[in-house]
């Protein structure tokens, strides 16, 4: 089965850190620019962080900037994220997904495959 499987979630107080992996399953990441999301409740799924598979860049909306880095390891099979500097508005369930069309990061949820099951995230005050 085609799919990724992130791991890390928890309960974090406000300041914490944490660090959330992305498997991919039945597949590598070589040709897939890969994306990390996140849904409140009530909220919109938002994809706020990327890594091209061509040359490794990053792209990062503006409320995650400074504080979270994706990376990917070596043999192209595992996404991170960390997470620093945690705030209650960063509670939310987190995926990850990849872009089965090119290397690149595209800014649309639905140009994204293979979701996971997703991390739950919740940081107190």
């Known amino acids: 089965q085609v799919q990724f499987v992130e791991s890390g979630g928890g309960l974090v107080q406000a300041g914490g850190s944490l660090r959330l992996s992305c498997a991919a399953s039945g597949f590598t990441l070589d040709y897939y620019a890969t994306g990390w999301f996140r849904q409140a409740p009530g909220k919109e799924r938002e994809v706020f962080a990327c890594i091209s598979s061509s040359d490794g860049s990053t792209y990062y909306i503006d409320s995650v900037k400074g504080r979270f880095t994706i990376s990917r390891d070596n043999a192209k099979t595992t996404v991170y994220l960390q997470m620093n500097s945690l705030k209650p508005e960063d509670t939310a369930v987190y995926y990850c997904?990849?872009?089965?069309?090119?290397?690149?990061?595209?800014?649309?949820?639905?140009?994204?495959?293979?979701w996971g099951q997703g991390t739950q995230v919740t940081v107190s005050s």
């Open positions: 997904a990849a872009n089965i069309m090119g290397t690149q990061c595209p800014g649309r949820v639905y140009e994204y495959n293979y």
